[in-house]
């Protein structure tokens, strides 16, 4: 069995601070202190989203998943809708305003302001 875990991982933004605050806003977490170039957000697990600064190309978007305790799931929602930000039970955000119940849990997904497609789920995907 391996013993390899996730530390952190580089988010990409065009205004690390917006984007930082915005996920820790969602997720009800904090942002850290800057280290170097980065704006850690921790996620609690051992893993930390490092946003970066880049404003001289374009943000290629990309996909996060946040596994979260079903009794955080209606709080998580309720601040996406006080924010402003449509959420979809869909990865391809076609049903706007819907949850969905994958697996016998809930999720949701979410564009960050960068567009990177945010997803919360109270239950993991079973995998063959």
């Known amino acids: 069995?391996?013993?390899?875990?996730?530390?952190?991982?580089?988010?990409?933004?065009?205004?690390?601070?917006?984007?930082?605050?915005?996920?820790?806003?969602?997720?009800?977490?904090?942002?850290?202190?800057?280290?170097?170039?980065?704006?850690?957000?921790?996620?609690?697990?051992?893993?930390?989203l490092d946003y970066y600064e880049k404003r001289d190309e374009p943000i290629q978007s990309q996909h996060y998943a946040f596994l979260i305790p079903e009794e955080e799931f209606d709080a998580v929602i309720a601040r996406?809708?006080?924010?402003?930000?449509?959420?979809?039970?869909?990865?391809?955000?076609?049903?706007?305003?819907r949850t969905?119940?994958?697996?016998?849990?809930?999720g949701a997904y979410f564009n960050d302001p960068d567009a990177h497609n945010m997803e919360v789920l109270t239950r993991p995907y079973d995998r063959p």
């Open 100 to 106: 969905n119940g994958w697996f016998g849990g809930r």
């Open 80 to 97: 996406l809708e006080a924010a402003g930000v449509t959420y979809y039970a869909d990865p391809s955000h076609t049903e706007p305003g």
């Open 1 to 48: 069995m391996s013993h390899v875990q996730l530390n952190h991982t580089v988010v990409y933004a065009s205004d690390r601070r917006l984007s930082a605050e915005f996920l820790a806003e969602i997720l009800g977490l904090e942002v850290g202190a800057p280290f170097g170039p980065f704006l850690p957000v921790d996620l609690g697990n051992g893993v930390t």
